[in-house]
């Protein structure tokens, strides 16, 4: 394991199916001038699928962090939260959630699933710079799992 910077080593997988909010952290990595590889994934499900390698057009390295909304068609936040928790290969992954949710429950229930920090979309500011700073600074203090 070496250590990580947010940078072409690292991986970030956005799962949300709100183009808005894609579009908006996609663009906050650009402002920002990260030269981290972003992938995308609508929902749990596909992001299941580039997680495992089983995706036909989508893949992803390690090491990486994944950036999770918790409402979401198909396979919603927690029901990935729990698959990924209770896959040998995939449970040691790094989650933050990103989600519009303020509710008390959904907070703790992402904390009882090891997320590594719970921000709501409204709290990391125009262009997700708080966001990307927190990522930033994140990558370069701890060194992740790899693969």
């Given at each position: 394991?070496?250590?990580?910077?947010?940078?072409?080593?690292?991986?970030?997988?956005?799962?949300?199916?709100?183009?808005?909010?894609?579009?908006?952290?996609?663009?906050?990595?650009?402002?920002?001038?990260?030269e981290c590889k972003m992938e995308?994934?609508?929902?749990?499900?596909?992001?299941?699928?580039?997680?495992?390698?089983?995706?036909?057009?989508?893949?992803?390295?390690?090491?990486?962090?994944?950036?999770?909304?918790?409402?979401?068609?198909?396979?919603?936040?927690?029901?990935?939260?729990?698959?990924?928790?209770?896959?040998?290969?995939?449970?040691?992954?790094?989650?933050?959630?990103?989600?519009?949710?303020?509710?008390?429950?959904?907070?703790?229930?992402?904390?009882?699933?090891?997320?590594?920090?719970?921000?709501?979309?409204?709290?990391?500011?125009?262009?997700?710079?708080?966001?990307?700073?927190l990522l930033h600074s994140y990558?370069?203090?701890?060194?992740?799992?790899?693969?």
């Amino acid at each position: 394991m070496t250590s990580a910077i947010l940078s072409s080593d690292i991986t970030v997988l956005l799962v949300d199916d709100d183009d808005v909010a894609i579009e908006g952290v996609l663009r906050g990595v650009r402002r920002q001038g990260l030269e981290c590889k972003m992938e995308t994934a609508c929902d749990g499900l596909e992001a299941l699928q580039i997680l495992r390698g089983t995706h036909e057009n989508k893949s992803i390295t390690s090491p990486f962090l994944i950036l999770l909304d918790l409402n979401m068609p198909r396979m919603d936040g927690f029901q990935f939260l729990e698959a990924v928790r209770a896959d040998n290969q995939l449970r040691n992954s790094v989650i933050f959630v990103l989600t519009t949710s303020a509710r008390d429950a959904d907070r703790m229930r992402a904390y009882e699933e090891n997320v590594a920090g719970y921000m709501m979309k409204s709290a990391v500011g125009p262009q997700f710079v708080k966001l990307m700073a927190l990522l930033h600074s994140y990558a370069q203090s701890v060194v992740l799992p790899t693969r």
